[in-house]
C-alpha cells in the first residue's frame, strides 16, 4: 500500500525559506516520478513540480521558477521541495503525489503560511 508522509511546513516570513519533505514507502520509490502540489485557500490544487526517475525537473510552475526546487533521494525514499524567497501567495497546503498502478497516492498535506 502507497504511504505519502509529508513534514517540514509552518509559519515562514515574506522572503523566507522552507524545506518540504515527502517520505514514501509500500513501492519502489526509485521506479516513479514523485510530485508536489499545492491548494492555496479557496483555490484550486496545483502542480508545482515534478521529478522524474530520470532525475529530470519538469512541469515546473511559472509561477514558482528560480525559487523554488524539487529533489529526490533514492536512498531515503524521499522527495523534496525546497522553497526560497517565499511570498504571501506561496500559502498554501502542499501534498506530494505519484502514480502507480494507474492509481495516483496522496500524502495528508503540510500546511505552508507565509506572513508577517
Known amino acids: 500500500q502507497v504511504q505519502l508522509v509529508e513534514s517540514g511546513g509552518g509559519l515562514v516570513q515574506p522572503g523566507g525559506s522552507l524545506r518540504l519533505s515527502c517520505a514514501a514507502s509500500?513501492?519502489?520509490?526509485?521506479?516513479?516520478?514523485m510530485s508536489w502540489y499545492r491548494q492555496p485557500p479557496g483555490k484550486e490544487r496545483e502542480l508545482v513540480a515534478t521529478?522524474?526517475?530520470?532525475?529530470?525537473?519538469?512541469n515546473l510552475a511559472n509561477s514558482v521558477k528560480g525559487r523554488f526546487t524539487i529533489s529526490r533521494d533514492n536512498a531515503r525514499n524521499t522527495v523534496y521541495l525546497q522553497m526560497n524567497s517565499l511570498k504571501p501567495e506561496d500559502t498554501a497546503v502542499y501534498y506530494c503525489?505519484?502514480?502507480?498502478?494507474?492509481?495516483?497516492?496522496w500524502g495528508q498535506g503540510t500546511q505552508v503560511t507565509v506572513s508577517s
Open positions: 509500500g513501492f519502489t520509490f526509485g521506479g516513479y516520478a
Open positions: 503525489n505519484t502514480l502507480v498502478g494507474f492509481k495516483y497516492s
Open positions: 521529478f522524474t526517475t530520470a532525475g529530470v525537473t519538469t
